[in-house]
């Protein structure tokens, strides 16, 4: 998908551990496989190039295909996976990935065989702690523009966090309402439960941007930040809040 994968793993390194980092990249690599833009095989190229009904290609496609209609519906066409007349699910596929792959490591957490586990692909991330164990995630949320600054810190037990913006992949972020790249230096950070949900609304939230909120009352999140020249709107709890200060967000 044309980024990176990291997995971290809290406990002592056993062959249970191995097998379930082996399967957890396995995973992101064979959605890669299939959901890819970046290679002429993989299914959603196949559906591009050849024309191909989704009944013809994997499984997997029509679940995504699914989610991004409700979340285009949801967002009221702030994502919209057809904008480019063809089927592209970039902007929530990553989430939806990533969580399926941390589930290779459920048995282990369950059972309490490792303390917490975490999988970040491209700077999004989902993070998991056993019952049985304290451990506190604290991820920091670097400023756009102002190098080895921070905008904000996360802590949490288990749950997802997902940054969409201009910062790291410059002016790559296009309003299917419009067709217009966003302009100037945006990004938004979003909290949830898991990292299909997280990924899938900080895209609506950065192309949204500043001044447009009204997506909020319907997003299925638990906080986040939209930041734009130089301003910051924060929300929790599908409310706007003007001084954020909680264990979430701070």
Same mark, same amino acid.
């Given at each position: 998908?044309?980024?990176?994968?990291?997995?971290?793993?809290?406990?002592?390194?056993?062959?249970?551990?191995?097998?379930?980092?082996?399967?957890?990249?396995?995973?992101?690599?064979?959605?890669?496989?299939?959901?890819?833009?970046?290679?002429?095989?993989?299914?959603i190229?196949?559906?591009?190039?050849?024309?191909?009904?989704?009944?013809?290609?994997?499984p997997?496609?029509?679940?995504?295909?699914?989610?991004?209609?409700?979340?285009?519906?949801?967002?009221?066409?702030?994502?919209?996976?057809?904008?480019?007349?063809?089927f !592209?699910?970039?902007?929530?596929?990553?989430? +939806?990935? @990533?969580? $399926? =792959?941390?589930?290779?490591? #459920? *048995? %282990?957490?369950?059972r309490?065989?490792?303390?917490a586990?975490?999988?970040?692909?491209?700077?999004?991330?989902?993070?998991?702690?056993?019952?049985?164990?304290?451990?506190?995630?604290?991820?920091?949320?670097?400023?756009?523009?102002?190098?080895?600054?921070?905008?904000?810190?996360?802590?949490?037990?288990?749950?997802?966090?997902?940054?969409?913006?201009?910062?790291?992949?410059?002016?790559?972020?296009?309003?299917?309402?419009?067709?217009?790249?966003?302009?100037?230096?945006?990004?938004?950070?979003?909290?949830? !439960?898991?990292?299909?949900?997280?990924?899938? +609304?900080? @895209?609506? $939230? =950065?192309?949204?941007?500043? #001044? *447009? %909120?009204?997506?909020?009352?319907?997003?299925?999140?638990?906080?986040?930040?939209?930041?734009?020249?130089?301003?910051?709107?924060?929300?929790?709890?599908?409310?706007?809040?003007?001084?954020?200060?909680?264990?979430?967000?701070?």
């Amino acid at each position: 998908m044309g980024t990176v994968a990291s997995i971290t793993v809290l406990g002592e390194r056993t062959v249970a551990v191995e097998h379930a980092i082996a399967a957890c990249v396995a995973r992101l690599r064979d959605d890669e496989r299939v959901f890819s833009t970046y290679r002429d095989d993989s299914d959603i190229s196949r559906l591009r190039d050849d024309a191909l009904e989704l009944g013809d290609l994997d499984p997997r496609v029509t679940e995504v295909a699914e989610l991004c209609r409700d979340l285009r519906e949801r967002s009221g066409g702030r994502f919209d996976a057809h904008w480019r007349g063809w089927f !592209d699910p970039t902007g929530i596929v990553k989430g +939806w990935s @990533t969580d $399926a =792959a941390a589930r290779a490591f #459920d *048995d %282990l957490l369950a059972r309490g065989g490792i303390e917490a586990v975490g999988v970040n692909v491209g700077g999004d991330m989902r993070l998991r702690t056993a019952p049985t164990s304290d451990h506190v995630w604290r991820i920091g949320v670097a400023h756009p523009t102002h190098e080895g600054e921070l905008l904000a810190t996360v802590r949490f037990v288990d749950g997802a966090v997902a940054t969409s913006g201009t910062s790291e992949r410059g002016a790559h972020l296009i309003d299917p309402r419009t067709g217009v790249h966003l302009s100037g230096p945006v990004s938004a950070t979003v909290i949830a !439960d898991d990292l299909t949900t997280a990924d899938a +609304w900080a @895209t609506v $939230a =950065a192309i949204a941007g500043i #001044d *447009d %909120l009204d997506w909020m009352p319907v997003a299925p999140v638990a906080s986040g930040l939209v930041w734009e020249h130089g301003r910051t709107r924060r929300f929790a709890g599908r409310m706007e809040v003007s001084a954020f200060r909680d264990a979430l967000l701070d």
